[in-house]
């Protein structure tokens, strides 16, 4: 089974920190992927990687940046976080093979006080 | 650009009961779609995928159907239970990087 990992369940941070959410994988994946999940409007895609170093904006990109050094782990940084940041955030992962399954982590919980 | 529907946004339904989630998409040219069950506060837990070449897919209780022809997925859950009860989306997948969600159904099983 893929297993996808999150660094924290829950996480409150003051306004103005830098945050770091990481996501780590267990498959192989090439693909990795960070939503950001609010009522009313879904999943939306943040930032997504195809690849060691590679990266690609999602549809809300501002406000976030990424880093993929290695296949496994992907990281979603807030580099300065705002209160319009409060969210959830997912992980997810997909391979470059058929059947192209999206798998998803358990998500982190952020609040931004 | 796809657009992903899902009707109803909400449904409570006694335990026992045959029901059908709806999922509707504006541009049939998909690769595949996924059903998904996400629990409150939880990620979300991949249920059942269709390939754009099948008609239908089966797991337990659960049968999802996919129309591509006119932009329609059904997800069946047959016999419901009190542990149905959580939020269902589809989300269809037009090449093979990036999924397009739909906002949900919001189900509710009652004893």
């Given at each position: 089974?893929?297993?996808?990992?999150?660094?924290?369940?829950?996480?409150?941070?003051?306004?103005?920190?830098?945050?770091?959410?990481?996501?780590?994988?267990?498959?192989?994946?090439?693909?990795?992927?960070?939503?950001?999940?609010?009522?009313?409007?879904?999943?939306?895609?943040?930032?997504?990687?195809?690849?060691?170093?590679?990266?690609?904006?999602?549809?809300?990109?501002?406000?976030?940046?990424?880093?993929?050094?290695?296949?496994?782990?992907?990281?979603?940084?807030?580099?300065?976080?705002?209160?319009?940041?409060?969210?959830?955030?997912?992980?997810?992962?997909?391979?470059?093979?058929?059947?192209?399954?999206?798998?998803?982590?358990?998500?982190?919980?952020?609040?931004?006080t | 650009k796809q657009e992903v529907t899902q009707i109803p946004a909400a449904l409570s339904v006694p335990e026992g009961e045959n029901l059908v989630l709806n999922c509707s998409f504006t541009d049939s040219a998909i690769y595949n779609l996924q059903w998904f069950r996400q629990d409150p506060g939880k990620g979300l837990t991949s249920l059942l995928l269709i390939q754009s070449s099948q008609r239908e897919q089966t797991s337990g209780r659960l049968n999802a159907s996919l129309d591509k022809s006119s932009g329609r997925s059904t997800l069946y859950i047959a016999a419901s239970q009190p542990g149905d009860s959580a939020t269902y989306l589809c989300a269809v997948r037009r090449n093979t990087d990036k999924l397009i969600f739909g906002t949900g159904t919001r189900l509710q099983v009652f004893p």
């Amino acid at each position: 089974d893929v297993k996808v990992t999150q660094s924290s369940r829950y996480l409150v941070k003051r306004t103005g920190e830098k945050v770091f959410l990481e996501c780590v994988q267990d498959m192989d994946h090439e693909n990795m992927f960070w939503y950001r999940q609010d009522p009313g409007l879904g999943l939306r895609l943040i930032y997504f990687s195809y690849d060691v170093k590679m990266k690609e904006k999602g549809d809300i990109p501002e406000g976030y940046s990424v880093s993929r050094e290695k296949k496994e782990r992907f990281s979603l940084i807030l580099e300065s976080a705002s209160t319009n940041q409060t969210s959830m955030y997912l992980c997810a992962t997909i391979g470059t093979q058929g059947p192209y399954e999206q798998y998803f982590g358990p998500g982190t919980r952020l609040t931004v006080t | 650009k796809q657009e992903v529907t899902q009707i109803p946004a909400a449904l409570s339904v006694p335990e026992g009961e045959n029901l059908v989630l709806n999922c509707s998409f504006t541009d049939s040219a998909i690769y595949n779609l996924q059903w998904f069950r996400q629990d409150p506060g939880k990620g979300l837990t991949s249920l059942l995928l269709i390939q754009s070449s099948q008609r239908e897919q089966t797991s337990g209780r659960l049968n999802a159907s996919l129309d591509k022809s006119s932009g329609r997925s059904t997800l069946y859950i047959a016999a419901s239970q009190p542990g149905d009860s959580a939020t269902y989306l589809c989300a269809v997948r037009r090449n093979t990087d990036k999924l397009i969600f739909g906002t949900g159904t919001r189900l509710q099983v009652f004893p």
